[in-house]
C-alpha cells in the first residue's frame, strides 16, 4: 500500500516544526523531524572535534556515527549511536554545525535513506530543506513554508526571551540571513521551493490558519482528516 505524504520544506524559524507536528496530530500520521537527524549528526562531529570545513574527515567519519529515530510517546526521539541526544540537539551552535555539515554528500545520502524508508513505512508529515525535491518526490502533498527574517528573528527572540536565556535580536536575524544563504546556495540538494510546491508566507497567519490550510490540501488529495 501506497503511504501517504505531507512534504514541508522551508527556511530556518519558518514555523515548520510546529506545523508539521500538528498537522500529524490532527491526521494521526507520524511526524518525522528531519533536520533533528542533521543536527545528531552534527552532534557527533561537534563532540569529535571535527572541523565543519573538513569535508575529507567529515566524510571518513560519518559511518561512525550510526543516527536511528524512535517515538515515545508519539514524540520523536533521535538516537545517536545508542543514546538519546534530543535533549541535546536544539542548541544554536549544534544548529549551526548541522547547516555547516550537511552540504557533504555522504551526511546527506545516509540520512536521505533513513527518511525514505520511514516514509515507506507509515504515513508521515516531514519537514526539512528537501522532503519535497529529494527525499518524497511523489509527495501527495508539497509546502513551502517561508516568513519574512524579520518575522522568523522576532520568533526566535520571544522564544529565547520564554527560556530565560538572553537574546541579541539584531544578532538573530543576521545568524538567519547566513544560515538561509547556506542551505539556499549549497551544491548539494539546495533548499528551493518544489515546482509542485504550494508557497505559504506564513508572516501574517496564525499556527492554526497554517495548519488548517495543509489539512484543506491533504484532504482534497484524498487524506482522511478527523474533524
Ligand atoms: O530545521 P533545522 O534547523 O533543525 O535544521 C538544521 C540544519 O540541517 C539546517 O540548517 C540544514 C540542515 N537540513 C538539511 O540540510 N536538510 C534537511 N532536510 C533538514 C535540515
Aim: aromatic share 6%; hydrophobic share 40%; proline share 3%.
Amino acid at each position: 500500500m501506497q503511504h501517504f505524504s505531507i512534504a514541508i520544506d522551508g527556511p530556518a524559524g519558518a514555523g515548520k516544526s510546529t506545523i508539521a507536528k500538528a498537522a500529524a496530530e490532527r491526521l494521526g500520521f507520524i511526524y518525522v523531524d528531519t533536520g533533528a537527524m542533521y543536527r545528531a549528526m552534527a552532534l557527533y562531529f561537534l563532540r569529535q572535534g571535527i572541523d565543519p570545513a573538513a569535508e575529507e574527515e567529515i566524510s571518513a567519519s560519518c559511518g561512525q556515527a550510526d543516527v536511528t529515530i524512535r517515538y515515545q510517546d508519539g514524540v520523536q526521539q533521535v538516537i545517536l549511536n545508542g543514546e538519546n541526544v534530543s535533549a541535546l540537539i536544539r542548541e544554536e551552535a549544534v544548529g549551526n554545525m548541522a547547516s555547516a555539515t550537511s552540504v557533504y554528500l555522504p551526511v546527506r545520502e545516509k540520512l536521505v535513506q533513513l527518511q525514505k524508508q520511514l516514509a515507506a513505512q507509515a504515513d508521515v508529515v516531514m519537514d526539512g530543506r528537501d522532503i519535497g525535491t529529494c527525499v518524497l518526490p511523489d509527495a501527495q502533498v508539497k509546502i513551502y513554508l517561508t516568513a519574512s527574517v524579520a518575522e522568523r528573528a522576532r520568533r526566535r527572540f520571544l522564544e529565547l526571551e520564554k527560556k530565560g536565556q538572553e537574546a541579541d535580536l539584531e544578532a538573530i536575524k543576521e545568524d538567519i540571513r547566513q544560515r538561509d544563504y547556506r542551505d539556499m546556495h549549497r551544491e548539494n540538494s539546495p533548499l528551493v521551493q518544489a515546482e509542485d510546491a504550494l508557497y505559504l508566507d506564513t508572516s501574517e497567519m496564525t499556527i492554526s490558519q497554517v495548519v488548517e490550510e495543509i489539512l484543506a490540501i491533504a484532504a482534497s488529495k484524498g487524506a482522511n482528516v478527523p474533524s
